[in-house]
């Protein structure tokens, strides 16, 4: 049973424009979510994070913004570069499991010039 | 500089062969993770540990093994009792101290079973 969806495999976007990257998840106990960036055959690594008690959390050129309510979260990139080329993996953790993260299945992105 | 080491980077392994992972960390994080990634999947949680010479079974546990016998490293046996064992295999640590629930990960290793 998947806690956490990406339902996007993939997005294809222009070099310039925004990148919009969407999560969601079913359990409530989860108070803390966070965003991997991976390359191929390489280790994800972290790009950013939020924490249940905000809506939003700005990092340069990347954005996450969480709707409680809707069990939902995203990730904007702008402006998105050929570099951002990568799958995107939404995770989650719950206060009681502290370091075990849920994570989803993934989302390719392609920036094209 | 401070990380983790996973080896080999590829291995190949015959049926019914059991076959370990290393993993290797310099960051002095208490805890380490062993994931799983499968085509079109996110990663699964194998086994983590959260302090020397203790570990807990993760979603995927069934046909793996683990120790801790060291702070430092955190060996994963793959063992012929798995009965899909062809992934990609990422260690994981991070620090209780920092409370952010960050992974910091390996390079992984490509297990591939003929």
């Known amino acids: 049973d998947q806690q956490v969806k990406q339902n996007s495999p993939s997005l294809s976007v222009q070099e310039g424009r925004i990148s919009i990257l969407n999560c969601d998840y079913t359990n409530s106990m989860f108070d803390y979510f966070l965003w991997y960036k991976k390359y191929p055959a390489e280790g994800p690594t972290f790009l950013i994070s939020i924490s249940s008690i905000k809506d939003k959390n700005e990092d340069g050129r990347f954005t996450v913004f969480l709707n409680k309510s809707a069990k939902h979260l995203s990730l904007h990139i702008v402006p998105s570069q050929p570099g951002d080329s990568a799958v995107y993996f939404c995770?989650?953790?719950?206060?009681?499991?502290?370091?075990?993260?849920?994570f989803g299945a993934g989302t390719q992105v392609v920036v094209t010039p | 500089d401070g990380g983790i080491t996973q080896s080999p980077k590829y291995l190949f392994r015959k049926e019914g062969q059991n076959v370990t992972l290393s993993c290797e960390q310099n960051l002095n994080h208490d805890a380490m993770y062993w994931y799983r990634q499968d085509p079109g999947q996110g990663l699964r949680l194998i086994y983590y540990?959260?302090?020397?010479?203790?570990?807990q079974k993760g979603d995927i546990a069934e046909g793996y093994s683990v120790s801790r016998e060291k702070k430092e490293s955190f060996p994963l046996t793959v063992t012929s009792a798995q009965k899909n064992p062809t992934a990609f295999y990422l260690c994981a640590s991070s620090s209780p101290g920092e409370n952010t629930g960050e992974l910091f990960f390996g390079e992984g290793s490509r297990l591939t079973v003929l």
């Open positions: 540990s959260q302090i020397v010479n203790d570990f």
């Open positions: 995770a989650a953790s719950a206060y009681d499991s502290w370091g075990k993260l849920q």
